[in-house]
């Protein structure tokens, strides 16, 4: 059973940067399709970033964070970042992340094919 820890969240001004963390246990993350999704205070969850299992090489980015968020893998440590620069006040929110057997395309651009594991998430604060 795959386990799914984030962290790197905190407090930052605009303009500031963080790097969150998604840690595996149980599984190879490789295997999975790993996505990025935010929930906003008072506001419905939404995809940020996904990336494919290593079989592909596929990435998506909402269009809100394009050219602003990295997402990549580290397979030595198990683990998928998400870089955010230039953060905003909209990106405030809690980040979770989350895994399927699935296509980028289906999990993050169609959602027809919603993730199966899940962490439980950590804030991210974007105020001066």
């Known amino acids: 059973q795959l386990q799914l820890v984030e962290s790197g969240g905190g407090l930052v001004p605009p303009g500031g940067s963080l790097r969150l963390s998604c840690s595996g246990s149980?599984?190879?993350?490789?295997?999975?399709?790993i996505g990025w999704f935010r929930q906003p205070p008072g506001k419905e969850r939404e995809g940020v970033s996904c990336i494919s299992s290593t079989n592909d090489a596929s990435t998506y980015y909402a269009d809100s964070v394009k050219g602003r968020f990295t997402i990549s893998r580290e397979s030595a440590k198990n683990t998928v970042y998400l870089q955010m620069n230039s953060l905003e006040p909209e990106d405030t929110a809690i980040y979770f992340c989350a895994a399927a057997h699935t296509t980028v395309q289906n999990m993050c651009i169609t959602t027809t094919y919603p993730p199966v594991f899940w962490g439980q998430g950590t804030q991210v604060t974007v105020s001066s």
């Open positions: 149980g599984s190879t993350l490789d295997a999975f399709t």
